[in-house]
């Protein structure tokens, strides 16, 4: 059963992506200028040998055509303004920066937000409630390039305890970034936990698993957990895009060499292939995390697989 | 439910007297209009324009000199700027909260109310639109096409929104569908677009101006992102975003030109999320 639940999950997956080159492709094209138009001091014939050695000349439809089975080879293409590099060199050089960012920006969101939900759900109206509540809403209106540049100037500028820009892999580089990341992860976590959970703790079968004698340890950690989390798994998703999109923010707000920047640079210079490398590549990514959340929950919830 | 009402009450008066009782939303709703006021008359107190650049003050200490607030590397008056900052932020937040708003509902009361195959279409194109990395093809769209364009980027902003609303709505007009009410207006010959605006577009509301409110800060919140990036307004307007990120480059020298800015944009955007919160827990007291 979840294998067929798994396997109607992914069908979708390549179409899509599909869908997103597709999109992408044509409409950024569209787009007025070329990228050797902002080139100083290139005469007209040289530009227009340009655009015919990368193909920039024939009809779209034949450049689309040979992008897309240049995908199918694994080929992204070169970048149009960076001479002499592939988009996949780009990418291979940027991405592991970007990804160790994220992901531990996810760890610590979830190893800090589930447990301070947790706490603030079984400690009702206490301190800890408040201040889980309080951080929550501070969450939602600090935005990562609010977050990023103040954590900078008081922990960084004026208390010296971490670094406040470069990359290198040690926890004084590390800490100031992946906590911009985290942090309204964290708070939004912490916020659907504790929702989640007081709203379990109210349904029959917690009271039944009470009502047969089970310590509210074993209540709690046995039943009340797992439905409880649900939410949580559906939030995993939306989360990786939030923070996949916070990266753009944190690389620059901290001098990061990561793929953020190829982004807005590439789309700023027309640099078609490196743009679709990088919709491509964050597509992918935020496809990828919705399918493991899909999977995670019908794992978790039986019910959805037979839906 | 416990209520014993003696005098009928409407739902919706008994809403605005729960929004009225929740004194988040109040102080929230009493801030937000300071701001908007203080927005619209006072850059005219100051006699700084936005864009004129001062020499003699370059990067002035809040209250040092007649620049309120100090001065930007250039001399401009940050007061003012951060202002217009908080104009361009309400401007963009209820624009692109009204176009999503008229996408979404239209969208989602025609799916809702027509059901079968036509719904079936119409949520598919919904479920493709989601799933694409939105807000990567907006980025990599506003710096394609719309440098500087505010019209370009009202536009990109409020396409954003409506396909949450378009859902919302929809699940509410589904389970109008077979409410006598609506069985009577169809059996009594109502045209359809009659049907919609008159009967099942009122019946939704609630959630609407619920997910609406807190709309309006998520679409703030992007306009800075995206002029945080440099995508959005450019020089010499000021938007939040551009603030932040000017005051981020130096906030060693100049502390003032980042904080100032940021904690405008935190308390707009706090403001905004709980009049939403409260907004919600008077509408929808399933979810309080």
Known sequence: MMLAYALRRSAAFIPTLFLIVTVSFFVIRLAPGGPFEAEQGLPPEVKANLRAAYGLDQPLIVQYGRYVRGLLHGELGPSLRMRDISVSELIARGFPVSATLGAAAVAVALLAGIPLGIGAALRRHSLLDHLATAFAVAGLALPSFVIGPLLALVLGVHLHWFAVAGWQLDLSHLVLPVLTLALPVVAYVARLTRGSLLETLRADFVRTARAKGLSERQVIVRHALRPALLPVVSYLGPAVAAIVTGSLVVESVFGLPGTGRYLVQGAIDRDYPLVMGMVILYGTLTLVANLAADLLYGWLDPRVRHA | MLETATVPVSSWARSWGRVRRSRSACVAAAGLGAIALLAAVG????????????????????????HWLGTDRLGRDLYVRTLYGVRLSLAIGLTATAISVVIGVAWGATAGFLGGRVDGAMMRIVDVLNALPYLFLVIA?????????????FLAIGAVGWITMARIVRGQAVSLRHRAFLEAAVASGAATPRILTRHVVPNVLGPVVVYAALTIPQMILFESFLSFLGLGVQEPLASLGT????????MGSAPWLLIVPASVLVVLLLGFNLLGDGLRDALDPRDA
Do not use: C, I
Not at chain 2, 243 to 250: H, K, N, P, S
């Open chain 2, 43 to 66: 850059p005219m107190w100051s006699g700084f324009p936005y864009d004129k650049l001062d020499w003699q003050h370059l990067a002035a200490a809040p209250f040092a000199t007649a």
């Open chain 2, 141 to 153: 769209l506003t710096a394609l096409f719309g440098r500087g364009n505010l019209y370009v980027l």
């Open chain 2, 243 to 250: 603030l932040v990120r000017d005051g981020a480059e130096q």
